[in-house]
């Protein structure tokens, strides 16, 4: 079954730029999908189709998605952004969903 | 608003059955597929499949096929996911969460149903 990859931890200093890695076999040619899960609720999904952002979600997060890694980058780090960050893709040989291992962002 | 809510806190014996609901507003509920998707506490999001809800059908993650059943109820725009033979390790978050089309992204997702499997 296809596997995502994500660092378990990522750490930055407020005002930073935070990179979240999702690694995956040839992922580039899947859409990835990235939730942010903050503690007690449920995800929100903050980046769709590699790149492209909900209304309300900030211009500082940002996505792409080449060879065999996504990544979700998240400029100028506040204190409000330390949640656990999830990606997603459809697996079409297996017609499932596939979650990464989710990443802790830490603001220190 | 556009909203999924899902019923109350379970806790069921270990061998059990759980039904957990999912009901939908604001939208049309048979334009979108429901997924469902559990976390174990501290753990990650693990996909366990989906039902549209328009026609019934279903997809499960292999993980659990066989033990997980999800129906809906279109006359009240609700959707079920029922777990079978619970054990411990089922103690989870169980969410619902809706898709217009596969492969887009989980747009809404409900508050999540806490499930809590002990003797």
């Known amino acids: 079954s296809y596997v995502l990859t994500q660092p378990p931890s990522v750490s930055v200093a407020p005002g930073e730029t935070a990179r979240i890695t999702c690694g995956g076999d040839?992922?580039?040619?899947?859409?990835v999908h990235w939730y942010q899960q903050k503690p007690g609720q449920a995800p929100v999904v903050v980046m769709y189709?590699?790149?492209d952002r909900p209304s309300g979600i900030p211009e500082r997060f940002s996505g792409s998605n080449f060879g065999n890694a996504a990544t979700l980058t998240i400029g100028r780090v506040a204190a409000g952004d330390e949640a656990d960050y999830y990606c997603?893709?459809?697996?079409?040989?297996?017609?499932?969903?596939?979650f990464g291992g989710g990443t802790k962002l830490t603001v220190l | 608003q556009e909203q999924l809510v899902q019923s109350g806190a379970e806790v069921k014996k270990p061998g059990a059955s759980v039904k957990v609901s999912c009901k939908a507003s604001g939208y049309t509920f048979t334009d979108y597929y429901v997924h469902w998707v559990r976390q174990a506490p501290g753990q990650g999001l693990e996909w366990m499949g989906w039902i549209y809800p328009n026609s019934g059908g279903t997809t499960y993650a292999q993980k659990f096929q066989g033990w997980v059943t999800l129906t809906r109820d279109t006359s009240i725009s609700t959707a079920y996911m029922e777990l079978s033979r619970l054990k411990s390790n089922d103690t989870a978050v169980y969410y619902c969460?809706?898709?217009?089309?596969?492969?887009?992204?989980?747009?809404?997702w409900g508050q999540g149903t806490v499930v809590t499997v002990s003797p």
């Open positions: 189709y590699d790149s």
């Open positions: 969460a809706r898709v217009k089309m596969t492969p887009d992204s989980f747009d809404i």
């Open positions: 997603q893709v459809w697996d079409t040989t297996s017609d499932h969903w596939v």
């Open positions: 040839n992922v580039g040619w899947k859409s």
